[in-house]
């Protein structure tokens, strides 16, 4: 198991739709093994493929707070078959966008469906913030990132700052890990 570089924006990889994978192959396992990692590592509490710099639809989520048991989803070619008429709002944030935060509006409960890592079709009921970040990875397949919700301006002003800034925050990370 290794742990993955994170692509950070802006990058042409975080907004390019992804491909449904076809088959749970060893390639498959081993890259939801080092995506759990790299998520738990940065620590986050969800990845998805383009992240990594990977254009297929498999997302990684865990919830579970510091000191909880972990809860860990791995979910491929996810799809959301209903959504709650409540909508709330929540304040997001992205390993792909360090430290940028955007209040968006989504729906409070929705039910997914998946393959899971033995290749069988599961439906989860989610709400809260389990809801919230496999609405926010799944965006991330379709090259969705959460400051698509904020008007072009102040989208443009912080994908700048972050273009300027990638270097430094580049240089950090692989400091990190290699100390
Ligand atoms: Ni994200």
């Known amino acids: 198991m290794?742990?993955?570089?994170?692509?950070?924006?802006?990058?042409?990889?975080?907004?390019?739709?992804?491909k449904p994978v076809?088959?749970?192959?060893?390639a498959i396992s081993t890259m939801m093994q080092n995506m759990l990692e790299t998520m738990y590592d940065a620590p986050g509490?969800?990845?998805?493929a383009p992240q990594i710099g990977s254009n297929v639809r498999l997302i990684?989520?865990?919830?579970?707070r510091e000191g909880q048991d972990k809860q860990p989803y791995c979910m491929v070619n996810p799809e959301i078959t209903w959504k709650s008429d409540e909508?709330?709002?929540?304040?997001?944030?992205?390993?792909?966008?360090?430290?940028?935060?955007?209040?968006i509006?989504?729906?409070?409960?929705?039910?997914?469906?998946?393959l899971d890592e033995k290749e069988e079709t599961q439906e989860l009921e989610a709400d809260g913030l389990l809801a919230r970040c496999i609405l926010h990875e799944i965006d991330h397949l379709d090259g969705v990132l959460h400051v698509d919700y904020l008007s072009r301006i102040k989208r443009e002003l912080i994908l700048r700052k972050?273009?300027?800034?990638?270097?430094?925050?580049?240089?950090e990370r692989a400091e990190r890990h290699a100390s």
Not at 60 to 64: G, K, Q, R, Y
């Open 2 to 18: 290794s742990l993955l570089p994170i692509v950070i924006a802006p990058d042409r990889r975080l907004k390019t739709a992804c």
């Open 22 to 26: 076809e088959q749970i192959d060893d």
């Open 45 to 48: 509490i969800g990845l998805a």
């Open 60 to 64: 990684v989520v865990d919830v579970a």
């Open 87 to 103: 909508i709330i709002m929540m304040n997001e944030g992205c390993l792909s966008l360090p430290d940028i935060f955007v209040d």
């Open 105 to 114: 509006e989504r729906p409070e409960q929705i039910r997914v469906s998946f």
């Open 162 to 171: 972050l273009s300027k800034l990638k270097p430094t925050l580049m240089a």
